[in-house]
């Protein structure tokens, strides 16, 4: 198992723009938005402040077509629950960014709301657009083409999912995520291809090994009428539950997370 420090950090991790590079390009209202948005920023409020949202509100006043702002005014939304005001500014960061704001969009969608479809569909999208890697989610748990295939999974498409999850790993410039190989060991897992999940589960205990991994493995070998790794790999995914060695997330549960209960049932 590797040895990993994680850190709990902002939601929006995108990269600050330069500013001088749209006065560069001639685009000085771009430019004005952004010297306005620097300068709110330098100011040090915290997302759920007044104060930020109403600088918010004052750049888009005068620059209604700012993706950025429209973006950052929906992620106080996103994190407080309201869903709705969430979407009506992300979607406007889309309509005039989509290349930077789609992929964060459809990630969201999969995540918190289980809009499978339209992920795929926000993915595929910038797949389009974008002639370079699609890059990963903001937290940096998943490449985008590994989120795609954890929706085709969830809408039932084992097959397809796991075209999409091959392709991506073998891919020579994929970083792995903290849980690919997990998810695709639940994919084979649910067609019951036991041997390919366990390659996979087996690949995921040297990446990150957690307690749902230990779990599945020994649901694996349960199937298999193999009483004593059943029970081995059952008594680990307990102690390392316990431990905490599990699947996080800061603002929502991981797609396919197991919990202590579930694995004392089972």
């Given at each position: ?108 969608k999969a995540k918190f709301f289980g809009d499978n479809i339209g992920a795929i569909a926000d993915i595929d999208s910038l797949d389009k657009i974008r002639d370079y890697d699609l890059g990963m989610t903001n937290n940096g748990d998943y ?124």
């Open positions: 198992m590797k040895n990993l420090i994680l850190f709990l950090i902002p939601f929006t991790i995108f990269a600050q723009e330069n500013c001088n590079y749209f006065k560069m390009m001639g685009d000085n209202q771009k430019y004005e938005a952004c010297i306005m948005y620097e300068d709110l920023s330098a100011k040090g409020y915290y997302q759920f402040q007044k104060e930020w949202m109403e600088g918010l509100d004052k750049i888009l006043e005068k620059h209604p077509d700012y993706a950025k702002a429209h973006h950052e005014k929906s992620i106080p939304y996103l994190k407080s629950g309201d869903f709705v005001n969430w979407k009506i500014n992300i979607d406007k960061a889309v309509k005039y960014d989509a290349e930077n704001y789609l992929g964060f969009r459809g990630s969201v490449h985008l083409n590994i989120v795609k295939a954890i929706c085709y999974s969830q809408l039932d498409q084992k097959e397809k999912a796991i075209e999409i999850f091959e392709k991506q790993l073998a891919d020579e410039t994929h970083t792995i995520g903290l849980y690919d190989y997990y998810q695709l060991g639940v994919t084979y897992f649910e067609i019951k291809s036991y041997e390919k999940a366990l390659q996979e589960f087996q690949k995921q205990l040297t990446e990150n090994e957690n307690a749902e991994t230990h779990y599945y493995l020994g649901q694996i070998y349960k199937n298999l009428n193999q009483q004593e790794k059943y029970f081995q790999h059952k008594e680990k995914a307990i102690d390392f539950y316990k431990k905490g060695i599990i699947m996080r997330d800061p603002y929502n549960e991981h797609i396919n997370k197991v919990y202590l209960e579930t694995i004392h049932k089972n």
